[in-house]
């Protein structure tokens, strides 16, 4: 309990900052402190959306459907791997380190920040979209 207390107290140090005028960095900071929730109380299955600078791209992972997987870091410091289903959804080609990148999907925890996957449309029409939004551009 005392842990879960500092790691509260630890994010809403780090987002203070963030609660400017401008309607859109109180956006970002309040999606970060959903992720900065979900992480804190190991909570998987949240649909989330945020923004972050991509900080290192990794390679495809093939095994199964295929996900292009990259690590973007909120304005909060938490990272997150992305993985991006290119079997349902284009792959974001145009992708670098240092981006800055929207996304909408499924946050799952993990020790190292989380994942977020369902970033692209459901063939099935069951679940909720996710997206990815790059330079003005949407993959779905």
Do not use: K
Not at 14 to 41: E, P
């Amino acid at each position: 309990m005392t842990r879960s207390i500092l790691a509260m107290v630890l994010c809403a140090v780090l987002l203070s900052g963030c609660g400017t005028a401008t309607s859109t960095a109180q956006d970002v900071s309040a999606s970060d402190q959903v992720f900065a929730d979900a992480y804190t109380n190991q909570q998987s299955d949240v649909q989330v959306t945020g923004a972050g600078t991509v900080i290192r791209i990794l390679a495809d992972d093939n095994d199964g459907g295929r996900h292009q997987r990259f690590i973007v870091e909120l304005a909060s410091g938490q990272t997150l791997l992305i993985a991006h289903n290119i079997d349902v959804a284009p792959r974001v080609n145009s992708l670098q380190v240092g981006d800055q990148v929207e996304f909408a999907g499924v946050y799952e925890w993990n020790d190292e920040g989380g994942t977020v996957h369902w970033t692209h449309h459901d063939p099935q029409g069951v679940h909720q979209a996710g997206w990815i939004n790059h330079d003005g551009v949407a993959y779905q």
